[in-house]
């Protein structure tokens, strides 16, 4: 064996503490799949509540997302909110729409859209509204994710934190978490973290959460896109029966918590643009996923152990 030379001490030094940095690195980036015992104590102590046999309903629901909840290059900037809450009205819910922003030509049009926002940038936009309690969370976010390249294999990673967020602070809410619309940019990037969100499903649903997945991905052609990512009117209405197919799975679990209290007559009028029927698009959702095995993300997990092992490899040549 060769003496060591000042140089090859350095290089071992070096390479030994890049290894045991990055496994420290797979320790810490494991993603907790359940949320923290306190949450879900949290979410069995509904004192606001009551069954819907109890009370007459209301929705107060919360649209979180980027551009396309925002309803840009829709008519009227109303995007997919004004026909799912006059869906909803038409089949006799009451309905509140809760977002610190306000835009489209619809009455009730608050929402949580952020042009170009990612799934991590939403987490201080969403506590703005969730002090509001909305029961109901309609997320379609990580669109932007895929547009910018942005750690596209973890984005599942970054929507479970966002869930965690959304039920410690929201307790009783119940989220229905869409997959991505198709993309003409960016087809494989959204089909990805589609699957990631179905695996993501899956797993919290398994765990007792009030999680339904709203599959976008196979309804909405690509004829119906305005530009290579928003919808059309025709595409934005597509996007409604999707939602109301899914609340419509949330109610029939049981999954959906209801106010003590209602709206008055007067004031659910005075928001409403109408009641009449919206005629939706026809729309059989698929079965809700079940498959726990798929991970939710690609993260440094996958790739680590290999660094690791070729790091070591090389210092037994130094």
């Known amino acids: 064996m060769r003496p060591p030379t000042p140089i090859n001490s350095m290089v071992r030094a070096w390479l030994l503490c890049v290894a045991l940095l990055s496994t420290s690195v797979l ?10 015992p306190a949450i879900a104590a949290d979410r069995n102590d509904i004192t606001t509540l009551r069954s819907r046999a109890e009370n007459p309903s209301l929705l107060r629901i919360m649209p979180l997302g980027a551009s396309i909840t925002n309803g840009y290059r829709s008519t009227g900037h109303n995007g997919y909110r004004n026909y799912i809450r006059q869906q909803l009205r038409y089949k006799g819910w009451d309905v509140e729409m809760v977002g610190s922003l306000r835009n489209g ?68 809410t119940t989220i229905i978490l869409s997959t991505l619309l198709p993309n003409k940019d960016k087809p494989e990037l959204v ?55 899914a609340i419509e799975d949330a109610f029939q679990e049981d999954m959906i918590q209801h106010y003590n209290y209602t ?46 092992v070729q790091l070591l490899g090389v210092l037994a040549f130094l």
Do not use: C
């Not at 079940?290 to 996958?302: I, M, R, V």
């Open 27 to 36: 320790t810490l980036s494991r993603p907790d799949l359940k949320p923290s």
């Open 263 to 308: 709206i008055t007559a007067k004031l659910e009028k005075s928001l409403d643009n109408s009641t009449s029927n919206p005629n939706l698009p026809s729309y059989t959702a698929p079965a809700q996923p079940t498959n726990t095995n798929n991970a939710f993300s690609h993260s440094p997990q996958a790739v680590l152990p290999t660094v690791i």
């Open 105 to 172: 030509t619809m009455i009730d049009n608050f929402n949580e859209g952020h042009f170009g926002f990612r799934v991590d940038q939403l987490s201080k936009e969403a506590v703005k509204s969730t002090p509001q309690q909305p029961n109901v969370i309609l997320i379609n976010a990580g669109t932007d994710d895929a547009l910018q390249n942005h750690k596209v294999g973890t984005t599942g990673v970054r929507m479970n934190s966002l869930l965690d967020l959304l039920f410690e602070k929201v307790p009783h």
């Open 191 to 245: 089909g990805w973290i589609s699957d990631q969100y179905r695996a993501l499903a899956a797993k919290r649903r398994k765990s007792g959460d009030r999680v339904v997945l709203a599959d976008m991905s196979s309804f909405i052609p690509l004829d119906e896109l305005a530009d290579a990512t928003h919808p059309t009117d025709a595409g934005y209405k597509r996007m409604a029966s999707v939602w109301w197919a």
